[in-house]
């Protein structure tokens, strides 16, 4: 007399089964873990936020030793790279044809104006056309005078006393490194896409190929197919995810003042979101074309755009602000972030991970339910 296999023999099958597919299956292997690396390679060395060895013409109305040791400061500093010129008009024309960035320019009797006060001894233009980069290139500049200042009053004893005393400290990335943040936010995206894309695809194809239909007039029950799904990809992804994290750590230096296993319990959370939205589409969709361009549309593109990732969610307008709130991704970002530069902020992980908890359980609930057993 024959006995059905008991439950967990055959969820261990299923997993099983996955797993055989997955080996067969190039495109996963290559979403899991060679596209973490090709995606961190490119923003960690292509991208960056930082404005690094800027073109500025710098005018001198008339050379004194105050005025040369001012240029100094900004030929010594990583962020720009001076171009003399001779007067403001082939300044202004270098400006406009976009050799230069911005013209300082310094006036003469610079000394005499800058104990005196009255008129302003540096005359400071900007190219404004991309409003980011200007914003940079000011403050770098306005950086740089202040610590020239700085430097003239303890060295030359002048008589220096500017309205404000700039001292700077800057919390969590005191190098400045756009680095340090992007790659924390990139590791979303990349578990965006390897959570959704994944099973949306790859469960589509069962659909396709008529295997989930074999499988549906199986003894398996819709619990079991469901984690017999998320299992296999689930490790995946934590796969992934360490691939990406020994990366950011080790490669690009980005440095990690959380604890491992509150990275590890946020990236759980976010991960059963990303398969149980994946999951969803795959029921839905039922083909591979549709499923992926979907995922897409649905997950990528907001993860990218929507999460804080690179574009900062306060500068948003106010509508779009709210529709942030229900993209996955900005809290994972907010843990990333927190967890790598600032630490385990429990007043900033605590709610984002229960916001992903609670979506997880949404995501994975409305597949169960959209999920039956039967041809339709």
């Not at 680095?179 to 994944?198: C, D, E, K, Q, S």
Request: aromatic fraction near 10%; charged fraction near 15%.
């Amino acid at each position: 007399m024959s006995h059905a296999p008991s439950q967990p023999r055959r969820l261990q099958a299923l997993i099983h089964k996955e797993f055989l597919q997955i080996l067969r299956d190039p495109s996963s292997i290559a979403i899991a873990f060679l596209l973490p690396v090709l995606l961190l390679l490119i923003f960690g060395y292509c991208v960056s936020l930082n404005a690094r060895d800027v073109p500025l013409a710098v005018v001198l109305d008339k050379h004194d030793t105050s005025a040369g040791s001012f240029i100094a400061e900004l030929e010594h500093s990583p962020w720009f790279r001076p171009v003399y010129m001779s007067n403001m008009k082939e300044a202004s024309s270098a400006l406009l044809a976009g050799r230069v960035n911005g013209i300082v320019r310094l006036r003469a009797n610079f000394v005499r104006r800058i104990k005196g006060g009255g008129t302003a001894p540096v005359q400071i233009l900007v190219n404004g056309v991309d409003a980011n980069n200007g914003r940079l290139v000011l403050g770098y500049l306005l950086g740089a005078w202040f610590q020239w200042i700085g430097h003239q009053a303890q060295i030359d004893r002048l008589a220096l006393r500017p309205p404000v005393v700039l001292e700077q400290r800057v919390w969590y990335n005191a190098p400045l490194e756009s680095r340090w943040f992007l790659v924390p936010g990139l590791i979303a995206v990349i578990m965006t896409l390897i959570g959704a894309l994944l099973t949306a695809m790859v469960v589509a194809r069962e659909w396709e190929r008529g295997t989930m239909e074999a499988l549906m007039a199986t003894p398996v029950t819709l619990a079991e197919i469901l984690l017999g799904k998320l299992i296999p990809y689930f490790l995946l992804g934590i796969g992934g995810l360490v691939l990406s994290v020994a990366m950011a750590v080790w490669q690009f230096e980005v440095p990690m003042r959380g604890s491992w296993g509150v990275l590890l319990l946020g990236s759980a959370l976010f991960l059963l979101v990303a398969l149980g939205m994946g999951l969803l589409i795959s029921i839905l969709a039922r083909n591979q074309f549709v499923a992926g361009q979907v995922a897409i549309i649905v997950t990528f593109l907001p993860a990218f755009i929507l999460s804080g990732f690179i574009f900062d969610i306060g500068s948003m307008p106010a509508a779009v602000q709210w529709i942030t709130h229900i993209i996955p991704a900005r809290y994972y970002v907010a843990i990333l972030q927190t967890v790598f530069l600032a630490g385990d902020v429990s007043a900033v992980i605590t709610p984002n991970a229960l916001v992903l908890g609670l979506m997880a359980l949404l995501f994975i609930a409305l597949a169960r339910a959209r999920m039956h057993k039967r041809i339709e």
